[in-house]
């Protein structure tokens, strides 16, 4: 039976909250993909930021992250393929301009921001994709 240290304890809490809080990721062996198709004026928000990607790691769970601002408010901003989309419509929290804004994510792939246009955040939201 192996012994855990708080050495072995350690390395682990480093190494989730270096995947979990960092925006370079493929240093982790994850390959974010990145949105290049916006709709509806919707676009990456600006330098200094994570641009618009997204990424499905081991247990199906689909990852976001980047700002994106100047759409149209509960219009689609691009659409994910298939595979990385829900099995039924996700309606999920997010920061809009610094109030709360909300990101619907549909089976067919849409993602429509709502709140502000001035900048919504990608960053953190998650959900299990089609099974």
Known sequence: MERWGSGNIMAILVRSYTL???NVSS???VDWIAVTT???SWLNFASGNPIASYYKDSLGIVHLQGVIKSGTSGTSAFTLPAGYRPLLNQILTSTANGAFGTLEVGPDGTVK????NVYIS???ITFK???
């Open 20 to 22: 979990v809080n960092s």
């Open 27 to 29: 240093q982790q062996g």
């Open 38 to 40: 916006f709709t509806n």
């Open 113 to 116: 921001p709502n709140g502000s």
């Open 122 to 124: 990608l960053n953190g």
């Open 129 to 131: 994709a089609e099974q």
